[in-house]
């Protein structure tokens, strides 16, 4: 069976820190690429961050950029999320997906494969 499972989130307070896993069963995720994505009730689901598979490029979106980190360790077939510095309002369901081919792609139509998803809320 193939899928993805992320797991790690949690609540935590402003300004605390969350690593994000996104563990592939059934194929390898050297091959893909990879997106993680959120959505918050009542907003539509965003892209935050994706790696390519050819050379490791990433992306991050505005609202993250210096403050979050996407990696992946080919040997554990896992990708990462590390955020720190967390914001409320980056509480929503985090989801990763995998992308057959070598580059990034912002399309959520482009990704293959889903996880279920992870709950972060930041709160105090």
């Known amino acids: 069976q193939l899928q993805l499972v992320e797991s790690g989130g949690g609540l935590v307070q402003p300004g605390g820190s969350l690593r994000l896993s996104c563990a592939a069963s059934g194929f390898t995720l050297d091959k893909y690429a990879v997106g993680w994505f959120r959505q918050a009730p009542g907003k539509e689901r965003e892209g935050v961050s994706y790696?390519?598979?050819?050379?490791?490029?990433?992306y991050y979106a505005p609202s993250v950029k210096g403050r979050f980190t996407i990696s992946r360790d080919n040997a554990k077939n896992t990708v990462y999320l590390q955020m720190n510095s967390l914001k409320p309002e980056d509480t929503a369901v985090y989801y990763c997906?995998?992308?057959?081919?070598?580059?990034?792609?912002?399309?959520?139509?482009?990704?293959?494969?889903w996880g279920q998803g992870t709950q972060v809320t930041v709160s105090s």
């Open positions: 997906a995998a992308d057959w081919g070598s580059y990034y792609s912002t399309s959520f139509d482009e990704y293959d494969y």
């Open positions: 790696i390519s598979s050819a050379d490791d490029s990433t």
